[in-house]
T-cell receptor
């Protein structure tokens, strides 16, 4: 049972344009959401997070939007850069303990 | 400093070997985690330590044995593994529950069981 879903396995974007990565979840008890970026042969790197009581959080080129009624969140990267090419994982925190549930990931390719 | 270090970077072991993976962090985090990641899959939680005590074991086979000697160190002892245990093993750390939820990951140990 996949509680966190990233339905797009890959996304290709031109340098300078906006990248939008999407994530859906099913468990309404999730209270915190995070995005991680992963390069091959490296561990995931924390990017940005959002609490379930907010609908937007911004950090530089990265903005995360949360729509609780739709159980949907998205990560916007503006402007996209070739160095942003990586696998992006969406993760959600359950209400008990610090357990994160990860989505399957989306491969982002930014073309120069 | 948001660095989590892991050793070794790569490990090849036979099914009868005993080996250990090591993880270290100096961020003052009191929660530490082991994850397993197979190719093209998301990380899967194995164990959580909170204040040096095991708080979550995700029904991991006993051939994986975690240990948290102190607040900065986390080990994963391996014994009698199977080829299907070959994966990237990731360590992470964070503030304890209720004080922060961002987990910071190490680079991982690429394990191959022959």
């Amino acid at each position: 049972d996949q509680q966190v879903k990233q339905n797009s396995p890959s996304l290709s974007v031109q340098e300078g344009r906006i990248s939008i990565l999407n994530c859906d979840y099913t468990n309404s008890m999730f209270d915190y959401f995070l995005w991680y970026k992963k390069y091959p042969a490296e561990g995931p790197t924390f990017l940005i997070s959002i609490s379930s009581i907010k609908d937007k959080n911004e950090d530089g080129r990265f903005t995360v939007f949360l729509n609780k009624s739709a159980k949907h969140l998205s990560l916007h990267i503006v402007p996209s850069q070739p160095g942003d090419s990586a696998v992006y994982f969406c993760a959600a925190r359950g209400p008990y303990g610090n357990k994160l549930v990860f989505g399957a990931g989306t491969i982002l390719r930014v073309k120069s | 400093d948001t660095e989590v270090t892991q050793t070794p970077k790569h490990l090849v072991m036979g099914m009868t070997n005993k080996k250990s993976l090591k993880c270290e962090q100096h961020m003052g985090h009191r929660a530490m985690y082991w994850y397993k990641q197979k190719a093209k899959k998301p990380p899967e939680l194995m164990f959580v330590y909170s204040y040096e005590k095991l708080s979550i074991n995700e029904s991991v086979p006993s051939r994986f044995s975690p240990e948290c000697p102190n607040s900065s160190l986390l080990n994963l002892h391996l014994h009698a593994l199977q080829p299907e245990d070959s994966a990237l093993y990731l360590c992470a750390s964070s503030q304890p529950v209720g004080r922060g939820y961002e987990q910071y990951f190490g680079p991982g140990t690429r394990l191959t069981v022959t």
